[in-house]
Nanobody, 124 residues
Framework: QVQLVESGGGLVQAGGSLRLSCAVS????????MGWFRQAPGKEREFVVA????????YYADSVKGRFTISRNNANNTVYLQMNSLKPEDTAVYYC?????????????????WGQGTQVTVSS
């Protein structure tokens, strides 16, 4: 049973920062590509950022480039999303996802396992 558990969401003012964490259990985390997606009310789930199995390759959505940073620690099976300069349009439920494959992918259909999501709300 693969489990992904996100934490770190909350309410923050515009311009502030949050750090999300995603703890993974039940599979070989160190060989999994990982991603963060988000879904705002009334909108489809969208890609935010992805990282390959060893952290050597990342890919960001244009909307978060320069503000968000993904990282991973394979020793403790955790992936992180540092979010700086937050904007009201970043408000969404943020989901962590894991792939059976090792590479970076942006399509949510390429991901096999999902967390339950964590709410991020940015006030103006």
């Amino acid at each position: 049973q693969v489990q992904l558990v996100e934490s770190g969401g909350g309410l923050v003012q515009a311009g502030g920062s949050l750090r999300l964490s995603c703890a993974v259990s039940g599979r070989t985390f160190s060989r999994s590509g990982m991603g963060w997606f988000r879904q705002a009310p009334g909108k489809e789930r969208e890609f935010v950022v992805a990282i390959n199995w060893n952290g050597g390759s990342t890919y960001y959505a244009d909307s978060v480039k320069g503000r968000f940073t993904i990282s991973r620690n394979n020793a403790n099976n955790t992936v992180y999303l540092q979010m700086n300069s937050l904007k009201p349009e970043d408000t969404a439920v943020y989901y962590c996802a894991a792939r059976a494959g090792m590479l970076v992918k942006t399509n949510l259909n390429e991901y096999d396992y999902w967390g339950q999501g964590t709410q991020v709300t940015v006030s103006s």
